[in-house]
Each structure stands twice: as structure tokens, then as C-alpha cells.
């Protein structure tokens, strides 16, 4: 089935006329409006989409560069408890790191949601110390991200101050 995109998606950009199956299309991206059907009318009017796509893109370029400059390098702490070997009880996922993002930007006015499927964490941290965390948007534009896994904040203030004189992370 040949649909439009009218969103930015793994198969193509904004504007792309792409052959996709039809249950694909009818079951996710239709519903989900990443696309509209490439009917003539449709055809016709993707010129128009193209302009708005543009517009649309440079308007999301800018602000995922305001997210990154939000969020590059900085250090968010999880205080949780551990064993005295340093093994966390539970673990840091990709969901926890992404609701801590979103409380940050909110807090500084960034009108953006990170989705867990953004940062990348090879597995979830299971143990105290600093993490470095990547966090990749569109356009291939990321940032990274120091998680801080500590019992309280007093370790977390001093792990800290031990990262940014051995620059040690995990």
C-alpha cells in the first residue's frame, strides 16, 4: 500500500511517498496519523506537506538543541538502597531516567518529552557510581547524561566530587 508521511518515522521523513504492507498501514500508521494514503488528491496536495514538513522540522531542530543544552553532561541522582558490596536493591532502567529528564526540563520550562526508547542503557544499573547515559534525538543529534547511583545525597554529592577529579565513570 503506498501511503505519505506526514510524520518523521524509521521507514522515511516527512513527505516520503513509501510502499508499505497494507496491515502496517492500516493497523499502525494510519491510526497513529504517521501517514495519510497516496491517493490523487492526497498526491497533489504533498507540496503543501513538504512546506509544512520543513517549517515543522527546523521548529523541532530547535528544540531538541534547547533540550540538549538543557541536559548535556549533567549528572541526575537516584538515591536508592544497596547492599554493602554497592548492589543496588532493584535497578535504574531507561524508564526511571526518562521520568527524571522530563521533571528536569519541565522544571526549566522545555516544553519536550524524552521516550525510553531514546536513551540508550546496555542494561539497567544494578550498582552505585556514575554511569555515563546517551540520549539520542532525530537528525541523528544526542547528548549524554551522568547517572548518579548513590545511597543518599551525601554519597551522591561526594561521588561527584570524586567523578570530576578522576573523571572515573562505568
Known sequence: MKVILIKNSRIGSIGDVVEVAGGYA?????????CIAATKDNLNKLESI???ASNQTKIINNLITEVVSALNMKFITF???ASDDGILYGSIKNKDIANEL??????VGVDFKIETHSIFLAEPIKSLGIYKVNIEFLNNISCTVMVNACRNELDGEANVTKFHSSNETK
Open 79 to 81: 538515591i536508592r538502597m
Open 26 to 34: 492500516r493497523n499502525f500508521l494510519l491510526p497513529n496519523s504517521y
Open 50 to 52: 513538504k512546506i509544512d
Open 102 to 107: 522530563n521533571l528536569i526540563l519541565k522544571r
